[in-house]
């Protein structure tokens, strides 16, 4: 057997490269020309001092934080509940987790603003309802992390020493799950957090003022600072998958799909 | 359900241990279950029955008929062909950078990069994504101005960043990486025993790969193939941020509709969302079917 690199491979990882590479440098580029005959960062500087740039990704930051923490405090005991005692239960679970990919965000909300805008329930004006649809977005990846987590740690033996010595559940759960699938819930945590970060669909609907529709608003009205505010968002996704990397192991393979996209 | 549960496991066992285990396991899950409940199924089940309802309240089939209306009709297939486009030409590309990463002898730093990388552009996407593209295929983007310079004027020659084929280009960007991602174990478990025994029995390079390697990964190509396509499908935050309202998918007819029932029905809006969702549906199906196909070599 040959042992060289093939040329043809070269040629389309060469190929493969510059179509993902370009549109960045185009983009690049465009942010730097904010002003005339002069490359600069002042497109930059410019959504720096733009208070509603802080104000949207504060708000957007929020809810993705409050969106990982009732995520977590809904799936970590059910999916341990069920592997523990619930076997067939763990099924239908796993079915529900998967049922976010059938109804796309844009569908999401309709359903969402139909059932709640009216008597009996009035929801639409809560940012309940909007965290409610983030962590039916965030469910599938989230559920599986938590799965990937558990599946890779002795549920029942922990649980099983963790009795014997006294512990009720919630401490099991607290200091004995948790921290055995930590690696996993970090994961679930970051991914969830860059898709709610620039999230629009849900946002735009329900009427928050989120990074997201902030986005879409800027690059419909300026020319130059949504040039820096993709730049800042892509480097913004490679920071959150950095840290994903880091605790991703091997068999924990993490695609996300049917997402914000 | 939890007292069914307890009555039932009351009859079945010694009552009182059991008894109250059962209500202790149905206690734990039901949480899920009612947030499931609130937040995806009924969402979803009053779309469902909104379109077989007229204004008043009535059971009809009328808003599945108004369904074939040519502009619906004309919004579903061009859906259709932005997502069956990029699935095929996103699972061949990324299937070809996939192939040439793990098989392509190529020095280790390739790898290291490029799967990162696809984990961030997979995930790249919206109005960020929408914008990049605008930079650079829009009328005054980078390559356009520079193929201009050659004497390559892209927009005289039909393409615009704004319809079918900039759409399809743009979505390309989240599902080239996606199938790289997916595909990259798959071309990792194709044994090199495999190639070794075809070669021993006379098999040529691409005689191995017609009759062993192929047919072993068409279950694997077939799913990612599905995936695409409901990954396209569903997006709206991309096209809506590329081209306003300008092209007639279904996600963005929907969220016309949303705005101000441009369908001058509102149950006919609740038909269009239900229509994608049993199309969503005949995808999970077809895709965990083929999944479980492809989990029978490929482990």
């Known amino acids: 057997m040959k042992k060289r690199p093939s040329l043809i491979a070269w040629l389309f990882i060469v190929l493969g490269t510059s179509y993902f590479l370009l549109p960045l440098i185009a983009t690049f580029l465009f942010s730097l020309r904010a002003k005339k005959d002069t490359l600069g960062f002042t497109a930059y500087q410019r959504v720096f001092e733009d208070s509603s740039f802080y104000a949207t990704f504060r708000f957007s930051a929020l809810m993705a934080l409050l969106t990982i923490i009732a995520s977590m405090l809904l799936l970590v005991p059910t999916v341990y509940w069920a592997y523990l005692r619930h076997p067939r239960l763990h099924r239908l679970i796993e079915l529900v987790s998967l049922m976010p990919f059938v109804i796309p965000p844009i569908v999401l909300v309709f359903g969402l603003i139909k059932s709640y805008s009216r008597p009996p329930v009035i929801l639409v004006q809560s940012r309940g309802l909007l965290i409610a649809g983030y962590m039916v977005l965030a469910l599938p990846y989230m559920y599986r992390a938590i799965d990937a987590g558990l599946r890779a740690t002795n549920v029942k033996t922990l649980t099983e020493a963790a009795q014997s010595l006294g512990a009720g559940w919630p401490r099991i759960i607290w200091q004995v799950i948790v921290p055995n699938i930590r690696g996993a819930l970090v994961n679930g945590a970051f991914l969830t957090f860059a898709t709610v970060l620039g999230e629009l669909t849900l946002a735009q609907y329900l009427a928050w003022p989120a990074f997201g529709p902030y986005l879409a608003r800027i690059s419909q009205n300026k020319a130059y600072e949504p040039a820096a505010l993709t730049i800042i968002s892509f480097a913004l996704t490679w920071v959150i998958f950095g840290i994903v990397l880091l605790f991703n192991s091997k068999d924990q393979q993490q695609t996300q799909f049917g997402g914000t996209h | ?299």
């Open chain 2, 1 to 299: 359900m939890a007292e069914q549960a307890s009555e039932r496991g009351r009859g079945a066992q010694s009552p009182r241990l059991d008894l109250r285990r059962i209500n202790w396991s149905w206690l734990g899950t039901v949480p899920f279950f009612l947030f499931a409940c609130a937040f995806l199924l009924l969402p979803s089940a009053s779309l469902v029955i909104g379109s077989f309802q007229d204004n008043q309240g009535n059971f009809t089939l009328q808003n599945i008929a108004d369904l074939s209306q040519p502009s619906i009709v004309n919004a579903y297939l061009l859906s259709m062909q932005v997502s069956g486009v990029t699935a095929l030409l996103g699972t061949l590309v990324g299937g070809l950078l996939a192939w040439a990463m793990v098989l392509g002898r190529l020095p280790r730093f390739v790898r290291a990069f490029l799967i990162p990388f696809s984990g961030v552009a997979s995930n790249f996407a919206g109005v960020p994504l929408a914008f990049a593209f605008i930079a650079t295929l829009g009328r005054v983007g980078f390559v356009t101005v520079l193929l201009k310079d050659l004497g390559f004027n892209l927009y005289d020659k039909g393409f615009n960043l704004y319809s079918f084929w900039g759409l399809s280009a743009t979505y390309l960007y989240f599902q080239i990486p996606l199938v790289v991602l997916i595909l990259t174990p798959a071309f990792e478990a194709l044994r090199p025993q495999w190639r070794e025994a075809a070669e021993s029995l006379g098999a040529s390079g691409s005689y191995y790969w017609r009759s062993v390697a192929l047919p072993i990964l068409t279950p694997a190509l077939l799913s990612t193939v599905v995936l695409l396509f409901g990954n396209a499908f569903g997006a709206y935050a991309t096209a809506y941020a590329l081209t306003g309202g300008s092209l007639n998918i279904v996600p963005i007819m929907i969220g016309a509709q949303i705005q101000g029932d441009i369908l001058h029905n509102p149950n006919l809006g609740y038909a269009l969302a239900f229509g994608m969702m049993l199309i969503m549906t005949l995808v999970l199906v077809l895709y965990s079917w083929l999944q479980r196909r492809s989990a029978r070599w490929l482990q």
